[in-house]
């Protein structure tokens, strides 16, 4: 029988390690998956609360072309909406497993979500500080966030998937 952790997450505030973070998306697309990240990043843990942002213009994938459609209107609409960002209501920490429930908004469009996951304890690291590391996903429907852009297949499916699994692997450092 497990029990929950009333800590959730570690005391204290924390910052992202952007170094050593990464948070990206996974959406299918025709045979197979399309990935792509994120390089410009916020996320941090204070009193209790995970929260997080990413700008759109720093969408990375593999053509620089594909990158700039993302930022355009039938995706992300980087003009309008420079930020996807997310806020924790509730966090339910059960060993090194994590329940988090809150709200992400993409392209000026907010749902609620559950983000589920690893957590790690608190480790001494080689500098001086302190780190925990999460790890999580979620799931979500991009065409809820007006994101609804496709493109058919010659058997009229379409190419892309609504369905995008949303990740983030990050290493949290404790701030002073």
Known sequence: ???????????????V?????????????MAGKFLGTFSDFDVAVADGVLSGSAKV???QVAEENLAAHLQG??????????ELTF????????????TIDGEITIKGHTEAV???GEISDPIADPYGGE??????????????????????LPNGEPALSNEVTIT???QMSKQA
């Open 114 to 116: 559950e983000i589920s």
């Open 57 to 59: 213009t720093s969408v």
């Open 87 to 98: 806020t924790s209501d509730a966090i339910e920490r059960t060993g090194d497993r994590v």
């Open 73 to 82: 209107p039938d995706f992300f609409d980087a003009q309008a909406h420079p």
């Open 1 to 15: 029988m497990s029990t929950v952790d009333t800590r959730a997450l570690p005391s204290g505030t924390w910052r």
């Open 168 to 170: 983030a692997e990050l």
């Open 131 to 152: 780190r925990f590391g999460l790890t999580l996903r979620t799931v979500v429907d991009r065409d809820r966030f007006g994101v609804s852009w496709n493109n058919p």
């Open 17 to 29: 390690d952007k170094v050593h973070s990464s948070i990206g998306f996974a959406v299918g697309y």
